[in-house]
């Protein structure tokens, strides 16, 4: 395989987070990746809008959980159950946002990405619409718990909602108020109901054990937890960003773009 398309590759594994789709917000976003990183994001973006694969993955994810929620239906407990649930690659589709992001060049902008979600027009991701409201139809809850901020409750809420979602009431969307970590979030969950399952992108979405942010960290917490993937975890695919590249860059996400594109070479194991 020629040389550029192994850097592509391994870029595609190696990404920024999310940018803007109007103009206003992209001026002020810092143009600060390099042509291997932003190739790499647009190879991510094009993955998840046109690979059958991916969409055989996500139904895969969402069958499993179906038939993990169908056992524990049969085996329903004092507490009513309930489902947390993370929202962005997890059942809502960011890529387009994610490939203009690459076409421009640009890297992460939290305003860009809050004029993103007000929009509320990410699309759900294969399979997602009809497992959620399997699950409401049986009268488990789902909890939306998103480290999206309070102040974009309003897009959120209108993205759920326009989808046909199922979302009784506010309460239900736990957005970020302090803390990174959702420990805390899904405890208070835990107070009134049964949480038998967790859904994420992100393996900070399933469990405190994934709070760690190194490398070593959380693959040593992957295997010491891993009786419950496919079981109590249903983790989707996400190429394009997560925790998983912080930690390859020791979560200095301000490092020069070249400093970043040294780290993903020295990373990517290449057989010559």
Not at 6 to 21: E, W
Not at 42 to 70: G, H, M, P, T, V
Not at 84 to 113: H, M, R
Not at 139 to 161: D, P, S
Request: aromatic share 10%; net charge neutral; glycine share 6%.
């Amino acid at each position: 395989m020629k040389k550029n398309y192994l850097l592509i590759g391994a870029a595609a594994l190696l990404l920024g987070s999310c940018c803007a789709t109007k103009t206003t917000a992209v001026a002020q976003a810092p143009k600060a990746e390099s042509e291997l990183i932003a190739n790499g994001k647009l190879w991510a973006s094009f993955i998840q809008q046109n690979a059958a694969e991916y969409e055989a993955l996500c139904l895969q994810a969402f069958n499993i959980a179906k038939f993990r929620l169908d056992e524990a239906l049969a085996q329903k407990g004092s507490k009513p159950l309930a489902i947390v649930t993370d929202i962005d690659e997890t059942f809502l589709d960011n890529s387009p946002l994610e490939a203009y992001c690459a076409k421009q060049g640009l890297s992460f902008s939290q305003e860009a990405w809050e004029e993103w979600t007000a929009l509320g027009d990410a699309k759900p991701l294969a399979g997602a619409l009809e497992f959620f409201q399997y699950a409401d139809s049986k009268g488990v809850a789902v909890f939306y718990i998103t480290n999206r901020l309070e102040k974009e409750r309003e897009g959120t809420a209108k993205n759920l909602r326009k989808y046909h979602f199922p979302l009784p009431s506010d309460s239900r969307l736990i957005l970020r108020t302090a803390e990174r970590s959702k420990e805390n979030r899904r405890l208070q969950v835990a107070k009134d109901y049964d949480i038998v399952l967790l859904l994420g992108d992100n393996l900070l979405d399933l469990s405190k054990d994934f709070d760690d942010r190194t490398q070593e960290g959380r693959s040593q917490a992957v295997h010491q937890n891993r009786e419950a993937f496919g079981k109590r975890f249903i983790v989707l695919p996400n190429f394009s960003y997560g925790d998983w590249e912080g930690a390859a860059y020791g979560n200095k996400y301000s490092i020069p773009a070249e400093q970043k594109e040294s780290i993903i070479k020295n990373k990517t194991k290449a057989f010559k």
